[in-house]
């Protein structure tokens, strides 16, 4: 199996992240960003409001990073070429600096029944230069579905190998953050409760309220 954290230091107990971290990480946390009072007829307004949660979250728990990658993954038969990166050079990314971290099969029974071969998830990796160009690739990520551009249509990953934090931004409306030492997200839960995942709240309460 490809172990995509092969060139780092790293704790994490997997091989790859997968779509739903909420789900497969004992601690996490789940934000609401787009939120249900704004709606997609407002794009720029659940933008606005997307952007300014999911910059603030991370701010604080990026806080003391001192290294900070951006992962990011996409699915197919083949490599794309690097014009799938252009958008990040917005962001002072350079694709000559990307990091190839491997292609995972997916060993999808039905894709395979249907296109008569599997499909794989392919990984990259930049280092990122500045803490800015983290709310630079927030722009580009929340807006995608929204209509907003420039957009990227990958799925990212921000991570702190060292502290062992991981911040996935999936879509406008919502935000995953996992860690694996629970007091790291004990100050966000605290500060943002606001802003937690209704409907993934019990699970969240059951979590960091316990003694």
Not at 29 to 40: H, N
Not at 44 to 64: D, G, I, P
Not at 76 to 88: A, D, I, M, V, Y
Request: hydrophobic share 40%; aromatic share 14%.
């Amino acid at each position: 199996m490809t172990d995509i954290f092969a060139p780092f230091d790293h704790a994490f107990p997997c091989t790859e992240f997968s779509h739903a971290l909420f789900f497969d990480w004992d601690h996490a946390l789940r934000f609401e960003l787009g939120g249900e009072g704004v709606p997609t007829t407002r794009a720029l307004k659940r933008f606005n409001q997307a952007l300014h949660r999911a910059s603030t979250v991370a701010a604080a728990l990026f806080q003391n990073t001192e290294e900070l990658w951006l992962l990011t993954s996409y699915y197919g038969e083949k490599p794309r070429t690097k014009k799938r990166l252009k958008q990040l050079r917005h962001c002072g990314l350079d694709p000559a600096n990307i990091t190839h971290l491997g292609a995972v099969a997916q060993i999808d029974e039905d894709y395979i029944a249907e296109f008569g071969c599997d499909q794989f998830r392919f990984w990259d990796a930049f280092q990122l230069t500045e803490k800015s160009q983290l709310q630079e690739v927030l722009w580009l990520t929340l807006g995608a579905e929204l209509g907003v551009h420039p957009r990227l249509t990958m799925d990212v990953y921000f991570v702190d190998f060292a502290q062992n934090l991981v911040l996935h931004p999936y879509d406008d409306r919502g935000m995953d953050v996992v860690a694996i030492n629970k007091d790291a997200l004990l100050p966000l839960y605290q500060r943002f409760g606001d802003w937690l995942l209704e409907w993934n709240r019990p699970e969240m309460r059951s979590n960091f309220d316990a003694e």
